[in-house]
């Protein structure tokens, strides 16, 4: 699978993108079925579940690249992106 850039080109996808990927769509499902939860739409109840859901996104994408390199499933040249 690979994505189109700003030019219309299609560019590979690394595991990196993937792991980004998945923690985007994780922190957006976990902020919605928070909100849902809650049942509360005020301003500083959605604020503060939206910056959790993004505290909560970034802890998953550190913990699942730190436990891709614990079981060799992903390349040392991958750190940098």
Known sequence: MAFINQV???MPKSPSTSLKLG???FAVLWTLWMLSWSRSLDRGNV????????????AW???MR???????????DDSAN
């Open 47 to 58: 604020l503060m579940l939206s910056v959790g859901g993004v505290v909560v996104g970034s």
């Open 8 to 10: 219309g080109q299609r």
């Open 66 to 76: 730190w436990q891709f390199r614990r079981e060799g499933l992903s390349r040392e």
């Open 61 to 63: 994408y550190c913990a």
């Open 23 to 25: 923690a985007v769509v």
